[in-house]
Nanobody, 126 residues
Framework: QVQLVESGGGLVQAGGSLRLSCAAS????????MGWFRQAPGREREYVVG????????VQLDSVKGRFTISRDNAKNTVYLQMDSLKPEDTAVYYC???????????????????WGQGTQVTVSS
């Protein structure tokens, strides 16, 4: 069993920055690809960005390229999402998720993720 706990959300003005963290429990963090998803009110959950087990490969949603950066620290069992140049349309609940251990699938494919955090609210004011 893996528990994921997100933190770092909040209210920020357009153009500002936030850094989300997702702390994972258990010894298998380094064996799992990780992803961030988001869900805005009235909209379906959408993929934002994913990172490989080693942290080498990342794949981003086009609308966040150049603004959002994912990273991980396997020694701390934590994945991060640095969000810069935030826009009102980035407002959503952000979720981190962990793929199955030693399993590789497309980062955007939600069913490939075995564990999900509870989410953290990000609100960007105009």
């Amino acid at each position: 069993q893996v528990q994921l706990v997100e933190s770092g959300g909040g209210l920020v003005q357009a153009g500002g920055s936030l850094r989300l963290s997702c702390a994972a429990s258990g010894p298998t963090f380094s064996t799992r690809n990780m992803g961030w998803f988001r869900q805005a009110p009235g909209r379906e959950r959408e993929y934002v960005v994913g990172i490989s087990r080693s942290g080498v490969n990342t794949v981003q949603l086009d609308s966040v390229k150049g603004r959002f950066t994912i990273s991980r620290d396997n020694a701390k069992n934590t994945v991060y999402l640095q969000m810069d140049s935030l826009k009102p349309e980035d407002t959503a609940v952000y979720y981190c998720a962990a793929q199955k251990s030693n399993y590789s699938s497309a980062y955007y494919y939600a069913p490939a993720y075995e564990y999900w955090g509870q989410g953290t609210q990000v609100t960007v004011s105009s």
